[in-house]
């Protein structure tokens, strides 16, 4: 027996007796009323004022012993919060399930009642075998699909769930190394003492959830007491666990393991910039990508080319991967990429007109273009509202003076004005034309007195027309300001009207979705950069012949003659920053485009 088991399992006694503790508190004034009641039987008590002292502590022993019941049914049958994962059958992985019981079998302890994948670069042992996840299921495949499954048997092993991005990364060798630690703690797991005060902690946690909902809030306040006693035994006894389970795994692939970790870390980090650089634009315009699985392995390919400490990992690419081990790796990709929509953006659960997939071959034309011309007709849209003239440059001053005729909405308080629809917005019939073009854009608001039409040099929405708006030499930033207050307020109540679509399905409690958003706050002079580094790669595209791109760390790109443009970000910045348009009008130059050629917006 490994030394720190003994530790776990002290450490789970002391656990067991919070829980004791508890029920014996609930049944002491039981015990005074059964002790009142038999003096009284036997003439030891007689006279007042016993008759009304026995009565008012049996009344208070019924009421104590009615909710101390109710209670811990509600913590015997409430259902502890069971991680999102997508399960893998035997069959659709055999060679998986085989490597995971001869690392059970080498280090003499349970295999793992079943496998399921998640998409995150951990992986961990969890407990499925309550009885409210057996009614769950038998709920969700009805009454005569037969059993559960094996995970949910009374008393099974944990299931054991591997981060998705492992099995597409590492090699088979690299990931028997890392799942050893891991499949060992299935010992401790299986030590009664040990599985029943982890049953009592899942418990006390569920207790809080349901103690969220009405009629039972009561519930909550006893069982966040009961897990402060025992919180710091609980986290002793996971340590313990994870010490003997350690020790077991020393013998199986130590060496290599050491070497493993090191592809854990690389993992994550690739992981992490695929999520917020390339998968979340896609979420955020209605599309997911369907193989993020497979874009890990491009992504860390390229981190390695690019990182000099990570040079040589790319020959392990020569080896055979661990994906090798599933019978079909590209579906069960898809099913991980959804379910990472899910968690970390809160999307659908199933793919639908709104919510379609979309290859990594196709992403630079439908995601990265898309996004651009969307956010284009954003900006295009804050200036009718702002009442820019769709032609010549308007001044600067003008729009960002409260009082100025030219300027009816005040940029203070971009929210503050009713929205609109497209035809009611200025300049969707004017002579520029520029509302035909933007009213495929997203909802805007409308100013309050819509400018007289103007004869413009050019017609439709340019390049020219933001340029001008932002020249701001020697200037305060109002114009900056403005633009970026409207653009923050537009695209706010974008995400309010598309909050209750997107949240219709979603679940309440320990299921709701997003668990882990990854969209970060930003301020409205970022997202004013972004709309006009948008507006720029679409007036690159139209006019100079650049190309959408994707880079693998960095999401969306300009590519011009098949070379990415890095060099156009510091040109926006001192654009909107400064007020400064000339390196960003240099850059254009350079490249040939022109700022005054209409933009194809959606």
């Not at 005074?32 to 007042?48: H, I, K, N, S």
């Not at 009615?66 to 994962?85: E, I």
């Not at 979340?280 to 699985?293: E, N, T, V």
């Not at 409205?524 to 595209?541: E, I, K, N, S, Y």
Request: net charge neutral; charged share 20%; hydrophobic share 45%.
């Amino acid at each position: 027996m490994e030394a720190s088991v003994p530790s776990a399992r002290s450490r789970a006694l002391a656990v067991l007796r919070v829980r004791s503790r508890a029920s014996a508190v609930a049944l002491l004034p039981a015990a005074l009323a059964v002790v009142l009641v038999a003096a009284r039987a036997t003439g030891r008590l007689a006279g007042d004022p016993w008759p009304t002292v026995t009565l008012v502590v049996c009344v208070v022993a019924a009421i104590v012993l009615l909710v101390g019941g109710a209670f811990a049914a509600v913590v015997l049958r409430a259902s502890p919060a069971v991680t999102p994962t997508v399960p893998l059958s035997e069959a659709a992985a055999p060679d998986l399930y085989r490597l995971v019981r001869d690392l059970a079998d080498r280090m003499d302890v349970p295999p793992p009642s079943a496998i399921a994948l998640t998409p995150d670069c951990d992986s961990w042992l969890e407990d499925r075998s309550h009885a409210a996840h057996r009614r769950g299921a038998a709920r969700v495949l009805g009454a005569g699909h037969g059993p559960v499954g094996p995970e949910s048997e009374p008393g099974a092993a944990p299931v054991l769930v591997i981060g998705s991005p492992f099995l597409w990364w590492m090699r088979v060798a690299e990931l028997r190394a890392v799942l050893a630690p891991v499949v060992a703690g299935t010992g401790p797991s299986a030590h009664p003492d040990i599985a029943d005060a982890r049953g009592f902690v899942r418990g006390l946690d569920a207790a809080v959830d349901v103690g969220g909902r009405r009629g039972l809030g009561w519930i909550a306040a006893p069982a966040r007491l009961l897990l402060r006693l025992c919180r710091t035994d609980a986290a002793e006894m996971e340590r313990g666990v994870a010490a003997a389970a350690s020790e077991r795994a020393q013998g199986v692939d130590y060496g290599l393991r050491i070497v493993a970790q090191e592809q854990v870390g690389l993992a994550y980090a690739g992981w992490d910039r695929l999520l917020t650089r390339v998968a979340l634009p896609a979420w955020r315009m209605g599309r997911w990508p369907a193989h993020l699985d497979a874009g890990v392995v491009s992504a860390l390919t390229e981190l390695s080319r690019r990182d000099r400490l990570a040079e040589g990992f790319t020959s392990r690419l020569g080896e055979r991967p661990a994906c090798d081990l599933l019978e079909q790796p590209g579906l069960i990709d898809e099913a991980a990429s959804l379910l990472a929509a899910r968690l970390f953006h809160g999307g659908p659960a199933e793919a639908g007109p709104d919510w379609s997939p979309v290859d990594w071959s196709a992403y630079p034309e439908e995601v990265v273009d898309r996004k651009w011309r969307t956010e284009a007709a954003r900006l295009h849209a804050a200036l009718d509202a702002l009442a820019v003239p769709a032609g010549l440059p308007a001044s600067p001053s003008a729009p960002a003076s409260p009082g100025s005729p030219a300027s009816p909405v005040s940029p203070v308080s971009p929210a503050s004005a009713p929205a609109a629809s497209p035809a009611a917005r200025p300049g969707s019939r004017g002579s520029s034309g520029a509302g035909a073009t933007g009213s495929a854009g997203p909802a805007t608001l409308a100013a309050a007195d819509p400018p007289s039409p103007t004869t413009d040099a050019f017609a439709g929405p340019t390049l020219e027309r933001v340029l001008g708006y932002l020249t701001d030499l020697g200037g305060d930033g109002a114009a900056s300001e403005a633009l970026a207050g409207r653009i923050t307020g537009d695209l706010a109540r974008e995400e309010r009207a598309a909050g209750p679509a997107a949240g219709a399905g979603k679940a309440r409690g320990a299921d709701t979705v997003p668990l882990f958003p990854l969209q970060p706050p930003r301020s409205g002079r970022d997202l004013l950069a972004d709309h006009v580094t948008a507006m720029v790669c679409c007036a690159a595209v139209d006019s100079a012949g650049a190309t959408p791109g994707l880079d693998w760390l960095d999401g969306p790109v300009l590519l011009v003659g098949g070379d990415r443009r890095s060099d156009l970000a510091p040109r926006v910045l001192c654009l909107v920053e400064e007020g400064n348009p000339e390196p960003l009008r240099d850059w254009l130059s350079a490249l040939g485009v022109r700022p005054e050629k209409p933009v194809r917006l959606v």
